[in-house]
């Protein structure tokens, strides 16, 4: 935040009317940051419907195959493969918080 305002006065001082091209520019990028974001939460919105979709799904499986360890075994798979898209999902949706934050400077 504090260098986009440095940048803003330096743009102002140096030529006059710049500054309206900064405050336009700064509009562009929160919006396309607006729209990343958006997306970024439907995924994770479809992200945790499928896991939940894919969690049921490996327990009707479990029971279906009963005592067959391969079944068991493609049970496990399925909810594991659930479990680890949703944390690749949300760990995306984090990362971009925190880079959008400031907390991680961007060059």
Do not use: C, Q
Not at 25 to 48: G, K, N, P, R, W
Not at 57 to 72: I, K, P, Q, T
Not at 77 to 100: D, E
Request: hydrophobic residues 65%; without cysteine; aromatic residues 4%.
């Amino acid at each position: 935040m504090g260098v986009a305002v440095v940048r803003r006065i330096a743009a102002a001082i140096m030529v006059p009317g710049a500054a309206a091209v900064s405050v336009a520019a700064h509009h562009e990028e929160e919006t396309m940051l607006a729209a990343f974001d958006s997306v970024l939460t439907a995924m994770a919105y479809a992200a945790a419907g499928l896991a939940l979709f894919a969690i049921v799904w490996a327990g009707f499986v479990l029971m279906a195959e009963g005592s067959d360890s391969r079944g068991a075994g493609r049970a496990r798979n399925a909810a594991a493969g659930a479990v680890l898209g949703l944390v690749v999902v949300l760990s995306a949706k984090a990362i971009a918080l925190v880079l959008r934050s400031g907390i991680v400077p961007v060059p």
